[in-house]
């Protein structure tokens, strides 16, 4: 049984306010995550943080864009594809208007492999804890400051 099919599905919460995002340290990639549920989101944020990733988290693709504004610089896009507000594939296909070469990692538990798009890759759900940190140490390489 995969880990995400263990989480209880909690009750929507309101918005989030956009987090400030404060520096970053020289060699550690941003990770922009971006997922709806916010139980699965605060999850990855928290694998990828432990592994020494920057995490900058989104709960929709309207929010990502307005974060990615913030930020001015992200390595990696991690993306659920069903999203409300926007989908994952259409945030992709604004922000390579803006940045060609930037890396996406898609979530679903839908086949998709037509909508990607470039410089993506497919995460299919359901998907044991350590596959996504695989797929983002394998797309970006490990943080510099990665833990022993």
């Known amino acids: 049984m995969s880990w995400l099919s263990k989480l209880a599905h909690p009750a929507p919460s309101p918005e989030a306010s956009m987090p400030v995002i404060g520096p970053v340290p020289d060699g ?10 916010p139980a699965v989101r605060g999850l990855f944020a928290m694998s990828l943080r432990k592994d020494g990733y920057f995490v900058v988290e989104a ?24 999203m409300p ?13 803006k940045f060609p070469a ?8 839908y086949v998709v492999h037509d909508e990607l798009g470039p410089n993506a890759e497919l995460l299919q759900k359901p998907f044991l804890k350590g596959d996504l940190l695989k797929r983002v140490t394998a797309v970006l390489g490990p943080p510099q400051s990665s833990p022993a």
């Open 59 to 82: 709960s929709n693709g309207a929010e990502a864009l307005a974060v990615i504004e913030q930020t001015g610089r992200v390595d990696l896009v991690v993306t659920d594809v069903v």
């Open 102 to 109: 930037l890396r996406f990692i898609f979530v679903s538990g």
């Open 28 to 37: 550690v990639p941003i990770v922009l995550l971006v997922e709806d549920e």
């Open 85 to 97: 507000v926007m989908k994952g594939t259409e945030l992709a296909q604004r922000l390579r208007e």
